[in-house]
Every structure is written in C-alpha cells, then in structure tokens.
C-alpha cells in the first residue's frame, strides 16, 4: 500500500490545481495529436498509394530516357533525356528482342494550357496511345469516344479531355466537337472522361490525352518520348523483361558499361520500394517536426512545476520534518510530472485516432479518395513513451530544486 501513497499523493495535488493542470498538458496534447495523426495518415497515404500502383497489375513496366534518378539533381536528366525515340521503340516492339511484351505505348508530356474562347485552364497533358486509359484502368469516355490508332498515325489534331478539365472549359455545355487551343493549335474534342479522381499517379479528372504523334511533332517539336510505357504477358517475370529492355537498349546504343545507362526501367515492385522508402523518409521527417510542440509542452511543464515547488516550500518543509528524505521529495514531485505528460498523452492519443477516423471519412465521401484508416500499434507506443519521456526529462530540474531545499528555510516560507 504504501508504494501507492505518493501516486495517490500526486493525483491529490494535481486536482488541487485542476485547471492550471489541463492547461499544462495542452502543449504535450497538442505534440502527441501531431505526431500519431502524422504516422497515421503517413500510413494511410502509403497504403493509398501502393494500392494504386498495384492496380496496374505486375504487367507493367516504364523505360525512361536518361541515368537513372538518384536524387533531386538528376531529376532534369529524365525530364530533358532524349534517349527514346522511335528507333527504340521499334526495336522494344520486336518480339526477338523482348519475347513476353504484349504493347509498346510511347508517352509525351506536353507544357502548357488549355483554352476554350476566354476560358483557360492548366492540366495535364499527356500525348499516349488511343487505347492506354483503356488497357490499364478500363476507363471509357462517358461521352464522344476515344481518338483512332489511325487519329495517331495521321497526326490528327484531336482531344479526349477529364471530366474537371472539361467543367472548367465548358461548364454544362456541350464539349465533343467543339475546338479548344493548346500551345497555339486548334484541337476538336472527342470524348469527355467520367469523374474517376486519383488513379495511380495522376488525377483521371485533370487530365489531357491526345495522340502522342501529334503531342511530339507538332505541339512540343521533339523527336524523341519521355517516357514508354509497356505492357507485359500476365505470365512474364517483370524483372526478365527489364532485363531484356536493358540488354536490347544498350545493343542499340553502344553501351558496355552498365553505369553509363542513357536510360532506366521501372518496374511495379521498383516503384513500390520507391514509394515505402520516400514514405519513411517523409513520415520521419515530419514526426520530428512534430515532436518540437512536445518540447514546447516539456517546457511549459518544467514552468509549472517549478511554480508549484515554489508555492509548496513550506509543505516540502513539513514532510521533511517529519522524516521524508530528499529521495521522497523528488519521487514525489516527479511522478506529478509524468502523471501530466501520461495523461497529456492518452488524451492526445484518443483525439488522433479520433480525428484519423473523421479524415478518412472526409476524405473518402467528399474527394472521392479511398484512404485506408491505419493506426499501428508502434505510433501508439511512441506517442504514450515519447509523453513519459518528456515528463520524465522536464520533470527532473524541478523535482531536484524541490529535494535540495532546506528543511528550516522551508518551514520559515511564507
């Protein structure tokens, strides 16, 4: 019993001072909401993310020009790498070269805006084939229709265009026939997408697709692609047909030496380690951002108590007087202090989860997402361990100013 005594001891003062203790743990609520809602929704967002890019099936594999990315810097090698031009893409569509590739889909990223008379909007454009919304999201136009393999062979200058893009531009009119004007060129549009959100990487609702022959020759001026995309036999293993891209690339280039790579192929199970690595990175990131109001609270713990020693001096007089050793003192003042961080804990605890429920549920009804509510167990443990950590750390300094007073000048306190 008597190893509850200064629990029940703590808990007494700390009532004495209600409101002063609520207000006390708001710092310390307000750091643990922050760093369990961030691993939440970090782990939320991951799980959205890897979902999609699993959508597309194990059947998919990306070549892009230029060495392969190793950080920020080497993001401009890819973007302006003229590595991918049709002699590759034939040589990718031989089936002696890559024997499991089912199609070769050359893509074209366009800058610029879209117009319709005064009405101007920036999406996404993108040049592909007639049939790459089709093959790898099953996504058809809810009105008009996709442009031909021919629209692509002729260069023709036609438009599918997302259902935000098309809202933008035309409001509830009428869209398909109509011409809209990208980098100075006149486009008929044929076909308008249904409202689909966030698909993979890329928004379906913001959205451009028109032939990339006309996206490459005549709205950009290049000869070559950003990227290609492939699709594989069901059967095939993605890692032996990037082989196979790799060796058939490096034939027709000329290149011995593997790290002089004027290309890179991705594969889904690469872009599912980049995700979970820039994920981690992000979330670790953020949780220490996070964990700065925690210190802003240990300190305003720290304040505190050292005010209640204060005001408590003749009382820790008293309990010396009658036989309590400084040790009791400081187990005393500090218990008082991760009590408050504890209980500042479970409550930021609850109010996360709480608020990952409501975000999920605000997320999915009102932006279409389907955002996984995840909560591991590991976020929890960090949230309650960091709080008994930061009581325990800005607890000491006046747990210790407490035990070293004296025993006559504290009974002499007023």
């Known amino acids: 019993m008597s190893a509850l005594l200064p629990i029940k001891e703590s808990f007494r003062s700390l009532k004495t001072n209600l409101g002063r203790s609520l207000l006390t743990i708001l710092g310390v609520v307000i750091g643990i909401v922050a760093v369990v809602l ?34 920020p810097a080497d993001l401009a090698n890819t973007l302006f790498g003229e590595s991918i031009t049709d002699r590759e893409v034939k040589a990718l569509q031989r ?28 999406p996404v454009i993108f040049g592909w084939t007639s049939t790459g919304l089709t093959d790898f999201f099953n996504i058809y136009p809810e009105e008009g229709a996709y442009f031909t393999d021919e629209d692509t062979r002729q260069r023709a200058k036609v438009v599918v265009l997302g259902h935000q893009v098309k809202q933008e531009l035309f409001g509830d009119g009428s869209a398909v026939g109509k011409l809209v004007k990208i980098r100075g060129h006149n486009i008929r549009v044929t076909g308008i997408l249904p409202k689909s959100g966030q698909v993979s990487s890329f928004n379906v609702d913001e959205i451009v697709i028109l032939p990339y022959t006309t996206a490459q020759k005549d709205l950009m001026g290049i000869n070559h692609y950003h990227e290609v995309i492939i699709r594989t036999k069901t059967d095939a293993d993605p890692e032996l047909v990037a082989s196979d891209i790799r060796s058939t690339l490096r034939d027709l280039h000329n290149i011995t030496d593997s790290t002089k790579d004027d290309f890179f192929v991705v594969t889904q199970e690469d872009m599912i380690d980049s995700i979970s690595t820039i994920s981690t990175i992000l979330t670790v990131f953020l949780v220490a951002i996070a964990s700065i109001s925690l210190m802003v609270g ?10 209640s020693v204060t005001e408590r001096t003749h009382e820790i007089g008293l309990r010396k007087a009658v036989g309590a050793t400084n040790k009791n003192i400081m187990r005393q003042f500090l218990l008082e202090s991760i009590i408050l961080t504890l209980s500042g804990g479970a409550i930021g605890t609850t109010l996360a989860i709480a608020l990952s429920f409501i975000i999920t549920i605000i997320l999915r009804n009102q932006y279409n997402l389907n955002w996984p509510l995840r909560l591991p167990l590991g976020a929890i443990l960090l949230g309650v361990g960091m709080a008994t950590a930061v009581g325990l750390i800005f607890g000491l300094y006046p747990a210790h100013q407490a035990a070293k007073k004296d025993p006559i000048e504290a009974l002499r306190y007023e």
Request: hydrophobic share 45%.
């Open 95 to 122: 089936p002696e070269n890559v024997p499991d590739i089912v199609s070769v889909e050359p893509a074209v990223i366009v800058s610029g805006s879209i117009s319709y008379q005064d009405n101007v909007y920036r």
């Open 38 to 71: 961030v691993i939440a929704m970090g782990q939320g967002a991951k799980l959205l993310i890897l979902n999609e890019v699993e959508s597309f099936g194990s059947n998919m594999v990306i070549v892009r020009p230029g060495r392969q990315p190793e950080g």
């Open 298 to 307: 240990g300190v305003g713990i720290m304040n505190i108590m050292l005010v």
